[in-house]
């Protein structure tokens, strides 16, 4: 690699990088198809002459976009589709590695889009005409089967979760209400009580760990604990790009915790020095309480998720280069 300066990254691809960290670009399958966007923006907006110092470029955007947000490894997986590639041999001219990075990013988005509607299709199936159902944030796999559910005349009835303290629900109960679903918005402490009148839930997923167990949004492990005290059924619904390679080899999933400023204002900060406040963003439903992972690929059970791993990407130990790619970003 040339010791040489990186470039300049395009404006559009900071960008990028400041609303997913800002949030303003959400929910794991909509962050990783931004990133592969800025990866497609970036190779084609690089001016430089020379192949090397293209991928060394390459690598730190990719590094800037998994810096972003922690937690939905959606993120770490687009961007090692569309980059890591250029570490193979062969790849010795500019013109071979921009054309790589732009039709693997190009590819990337068009295989999420057509996953979110095999996603809708499998998992259509499992809600019945009469149905209320749970919902918690605002993932678009989960919103998907809804809405395709009550195009296909099924009468249902949503709860959505408001989800503080960013109140993501509300995004969720408006693209349902746009399309004619019945939605009722409940707090997330209410969750418990109105269980009584749910016939299932479903819910996004951020990371799908290779013991089955899912990382969401924060309170999903609660309203689980809830549906699994009932006998509801709980189903998850993810693209495969959100099963983490790197649990298969004992990896923990990063937490993301934000600001004390979210859940507290300034003001009663600064009346209260010694308060702390703790916001974390996601956390952990053991595959115990799904009764089923909606993906692209069919309906499987959590117990299954280490064999789509490794159906997916190999195994880590023996696919190197995933890992080394990695270690590349950490630098
Ligand atoms: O937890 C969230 C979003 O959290 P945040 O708002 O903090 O990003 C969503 O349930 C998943 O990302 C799945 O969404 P999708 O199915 O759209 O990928």
Redesign the pocket.
Known sequence: MSQGVVRAFPPEVLEIARKIRD?EI??????AKAAAEALRIAALKYEGESCEEFKEYMLKVAELLVST?PT?V?LPNAVNYVVSQLKKPGIDSLEKARSLVVSRASRFIEYADQALSKISEFGEKVIRDGDTILT???????TGILVLAHKKGKDITVYATETRP?F?GYITAESLLREGVRVRIIPESAVRSIMKRIDKVV????TVAANGAVV??VG?SLIALAARERGIDFFV???TF?FSPFTLIGDIVPI?FRAETEIVDEEMLARHPKLRVLNP??DVTPPDFITGIITEIGIIPPQAASIVIEEMYGHPVMHESLKAVEEDFAQ
Do not use: L, P, Y
Not at 26 to 31: E, L, M, N, T, V
């Open positions: 949030m959400r929910g794991a399958g909509r962050i947000r939905a959606s918690h944030c605002n993932s678009a796999a989960a960013k993501q819910v996004g997923a951020d969401n949004k999903t619904a993810t693209e959100k993301e963003a996601f």
